[in-house]
T-cell receptor, first 115, second 112 residues
Framework: DVKVTQSSRYLVKRTGEKVFLECVQD?????MFWYRQDPGLGLRLIYF???????EKGDIPEGYSVSREKKERFSLILESASTNQTSMYLC??????????????FGDGTRLSIL | EDKVVQSPLSLVVHEGDTVTLNCSYE??????LLWYKQEKKAPTFLFML??SGIEKKSGRLSSILDKKELFSILNITATQTGDSAIYLC????????????WGLGTSLAVNP
């Protein structure tokens, strides 16, 4: 079974702090994704990565950056946290795009509160 | 603009009822449709549908795609309290299949 592990289930940080959310997958997947999920807005893609050191902006990248130094790990960085970044953050991974489409598999999420 | 619309947004049923969840899509370069179940935490993958008219089944859950009318349904028969969850559908864009187009989800509550 695919295992996507997010480092924290709950996190509380203060406005202006630099926040790191970590995600590790154990299935040698090429693609990794960061979403945020808010009531009434659904899942929105922040950034994704299709290879080590490669990244692409999703639909709402402002205020975020990412890092993928190793294939299994994808980090989301909030450069200067703000209260409107309080949300549930979900990491996902999927196998290569070559061949049949492979669905994304999700971690358990990090519920981040910015005070 | 591509979009996916799910209905109803929420639903409350009694154990043993049968439910049908709807997902309609407008995606220029449609490839496939995915269904996920989300309880308290991670969305878990249920089905992927690519061809019209072919039913996918897993236990009491089944799903089918209609590419002419641009929708999919997810059926749950003999519902149980453990079926309470948010059900999400997402469309895969053949032009950029790394970016899914997500619906807002249907929140299902099954009461004993």
């Amino acid at each position: 079974d695919v295992k996507v592990t997010q480092s924290s289930r709950y996190l509380v940080k203060r406005t202006g702090e630099k926040v790191f959310l970590e995600c590790v997958q154990d299935m040698d997947h090429e693609n990794m994704f960061w979403y945020r999920q808010d009531p009434g807005l659904g899942l929105r893609l922040i950034y994704f990565s299709y290879d080590v050191k490669m990244k692409e902006k999703g639909d709402i990248p402002e205020g975020y950056s990412v890092s993928r130094e190793k294939k299994e790990r994808f980090s989301l960085i909030l450069e200067s946290a703000s209260t409107n970044q309080t949300s549930m953050y979900l990491c996902a991974s999927s196998a290569s795009d070559r061949g049949p489409y492979q669905p994304q598999h999700f971690g358990d999420g990090t519920r981040l509160s910015i005070l | 603009e591509d979009k996916v619309v799910q209905s109803p947004l929420s639903l409350v049923v009694h154990e043993g009822d049968t439910v049908t969840l709807n997902c309609s899509y407008e995606v220029t370069n449609f490839r496939s449709l995915l269904w996920y179940k989300q309880e308290k935490k991670a969305p878990t993958f249920l089905f992927m549908l690519t061809s019209s008219g072919i039913e996918k089944k897993s236990g009491r859950l089944s799903s089918i795609l209609d590419k002419k009318e641009l929708f999919s349904i997810l059926n749950i028969t003999a519902t149980q309290t453990g079926d309470s969850a948010i059900y999400l559908c997402a469309a895969v864009d053949a032009g950029n299949n790394r970016k899914l187009i997500w619906g807002l989800g249907t929140s299902l509550a099954v009461n004993p």
